[in-house]
């Protein structure tokens, strides 16, 4: 039942970092056992390529010890396949030697600089990247609800956000592009100890219901993405969260564990809060947007299914999904963990 900040808390001490998401409040084996795209994924891979061991107790009762050497099949399916085999009781990790990093957040007014022009900026600029910096895209329009501060009340944000294991000089060079292509509202790019990090994302810190989707994406259609820009923003009847995930660099190696769509390049997300909202509203917005990028679409990345599990197409491919369920009529025969997207 750990959670990310537990662990973090623990490894600084000793100048190392776990491959950690965006908030502390996530527990580390429900994120790792659905791949865990961190903060500085494109450096070191998905969470789920740093694990050694497992602690198991399987569908079929058993407690098992699980390594890459004692059982490659149950190892490999465990890490990237979701919790449908068991219920883990241990994960051993390995940690990385990152005790501080640069990085934060550079948020523009969409209704003063065009969110379209920051969504190109930003994609021209991830291509030129080295792998140690992991960077993402979000938009989003605040209601005016009276418990929001003030100025963020009815506000249309766009935020870049960066995380760079280099040193502050040469982030500062990296970022300068982005910097140029308007003025922002806030900037908080720093040099700051690995601790800090949970502030680049700022994600909030109690539980909140969201209906969420994703697709992974090949390339970026940009053209398709302003248009996603433009549904899900200030027109839009409801709240919606557009994120963009830059990928590539290891998290595209490939890894003995069942993490699908290595190749991908972009990871498109879309979170929609579920206060009072009408779902089926939701849910047209979101076919709309993900059929816009339906071409380059591969399949959709388990941890970020939030509230959609009657929609288990394509969480897996293919042949990921056969083995899974080898594993799952070996392991979990009567099918006992299946509520979490389980193959059957
Ligand atoms: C604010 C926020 C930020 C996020 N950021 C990221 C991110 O940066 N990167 C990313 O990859 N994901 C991210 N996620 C998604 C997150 O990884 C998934 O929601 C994940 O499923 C959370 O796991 P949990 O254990 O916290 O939640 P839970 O809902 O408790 O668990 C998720 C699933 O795993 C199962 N499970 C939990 N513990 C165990 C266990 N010990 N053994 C077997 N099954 C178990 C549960 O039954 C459940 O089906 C984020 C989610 C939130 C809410």
Sequence with gaps: GARWGQVVEAAVEHGLAPLNGTAPS????GYTLGG??????????YAADHVRSVDVVTGDGVLRHVTRDSDPELFWGLLGGGAQLGVVTELEIGLVPVARLYGGALTFDGRAVDPAAVLRGYEEWTRTLPDTVTSSLAALVYPELPHLPPQLRGSYLVLIRVAF???????????APLREIGPTVSDTLREMPYAESPSIHGDPDF????????AVLSTLDVDAAGDILDLTGPSATAMHILQLNHLGGALARPAENAVPYREAGWLLRLLSPLDGADVEAHRKVHAEAFGLVAPQTLGRSLNFVFGGSDRPQGLYDP??????AGLKATYDPANLFRHNHSVE
Excluded at 167 to 173: C, H, K, P, Q
């Design 26 to 29: 996530v527990g580390a084996v």
């Design 319 to 324: 042949e990921t999904r056969k083995r899974l």
């Design 36 to 45: 865990g795209l961190g903060i500085l994924g494109r450096e070191f891979g």
């Design 165 to 175: 294991t280099g040193s502050e000089a040469e982030g500062e060079r990296l970022v």
């Design 207 to 214: 539980p909140h219901a969201f209906y969420g989707d994703n």
